[in-house]
């Protein structure tokens, strides 16, 4: 069982064994490492932008109205753009209590129906997020507030991050279908 922090740095994301999603997974990789270098600069961006806020509402006394839902939208894009980057090293939380204690191909088809029933929720949520997107964009939907930045921003980071999401667990679903199993020590 892993928790993380005792990692060592991890090679890559395990490459699939058809020459096609391996193709598609690495096109898929890039992606997502373009988009996790994005995201660092947007959260230090968010970092500046809320120190900011609280020194110009300290000293200044001068209140600022933007930066909440700035801040709040680059989170949002943050979280969502990556999540298949973690997905790809199979990083989200997971409980590992059964793995132990069934049998290897009793966990493989687990693992598999997992991986699927994931992938149907996110492309669910994914079709659910380009819903929102286009009507917040056709409509001109806004926030409340008197900044008011157009509600299609956040929705449309959500519905990206989601859709690569699925992408990534459609990739790793097909790969388990397709990949020679491995050799387990006893």
Not at 28 to 43: D, E, G, H, I, Q
Not at 167 to 182: G, I, N
Request: overall charge neutral; glycine content about 6%.
């Amino acid at each position: 069982m892993s928790h993380g922090f005792e990692l060592k740095a991890a090679p890559g994301p395990a490459v699939p064994d058809n020459a096609a999603l391996a193709g598609a997974s690495g096109l898929l990789n890039k992606l997502n490492k373009a988009l996790l270098t994005l995201s660092m600069c947007a959260l230090i961006l968010t970092a500046l932008i809320l120190t900011y806020s609280v020194v110009s509402r300290y000293f200044f006394n001068a209140p600022t109205d933007w930066q909440d839902e700035a801040s709040v939208f680059m989170l949002v894009g943050v979280t969502f753009s990556c999540a298949a980057y973690v997905q790809s090293y199979r990083g989200h939380i997971g409980i590992e209590a059964l793995a132990g204690l069934l049998p290897a191909r009793v966990n493989a088809a687990r693992l598999f129906f997992v991986d699927l029933l994931s992938m149907l929720f996110c492309a669910f949520f994914s079709w659910k997020s380009w819903t929102l997107w286009h009507e917040a964009y056709v409509d001109g939907q806004t926030t409340t507030s008197t900044f008011a930045p157009p509600l299609w921003i956040p929705y449309g980071m959500m519905a990206l991050g989601m859709t690569l999401l699925t992408l990534q667990l459609l990739l790793q679903t097909a790969a388990r279908l397709s990949d020679k199993p491995t050799e387990t020590a006893p």
